[in-house]
């Protein structure tokens, strides 16, 4: 297993990012236009045992495989799913709220992934969807602070 970790400071308090992060559709939000998904069924907002599975889109138009999720832990700064689908056995997300000052807040993208032989595609596809994750929260950030 492999861990890849990515990290920002975002212009927003952690309790309004970990409540943000709660909420399906800011998931939706963060990996569009990437990445989408149809299907999945989870209430407004996430709860310790909340599971969901969905089928993934490229693009919004390139069917993939089914991903499966299930929310593992929910504290006031962090949230830990459990994680597979596809080429992917295991995909262990970790999100970490931390205050910086009371506008402020480093948030850190954390994933542990078993991906087999598939690892240099997999390793580059997180790394990439790190970078778009943190772009798209930096985007809704400046939309907030207006």
């Known amino acids: 297993m492999a861990t890849l970790t990515r990290t920002t400071v975002l212009p927003l308090p952690a309790a ?5 992060a709660r ?11 990437v990445v989408r998904f149809r299907g999945l069924e ?6 310790v045992g909340t599971r969901g599975s969905a089928r993934l ?3 919004g138009v390139l069917p993939s495989w089914r991903h499966h999720l299930t929310v593992v832990r929910l504290d006031p700064y962090e949230i ?14 970790r999100l970490i709220f931390e205050p910086v000052d009371a506008e402020h ?12 032989w598939r690892a240099a595609p997999t390793r580059l ?7 778009h994750r943190h772009r798209r929260w930096h985007r809704l950030a400046e939309i907030l602070g207006d």
């Not at 309004?16 to 943000?20: M, R």
């Not at 989870?42 to 709860?47: I, Y």
């Open 125 to 131: 596809f997180v790394r990439l969807m790190f970078r």
């Open 57 to 59: 889109w490229w693009f």
């Open 105 to 116: 807040c480093r948030y850190t993208d954390e994933i542990e992934i078993d991906d087999g």
């Open 16 to 20: 309004t990012v970990a409540d943000l």
């Open 80 to 93: 830990r799913t459990e994680e597979h689908g596809g080429p992917v056995r295991t995909w262990n997300h």
């Open 42 to 47: 989870v209430s407004g907002r996430l709860a």
């Open 23 to 33: 909420k399906p559709a800011l998931l939706r939000y963060v990996l569009s236009p």
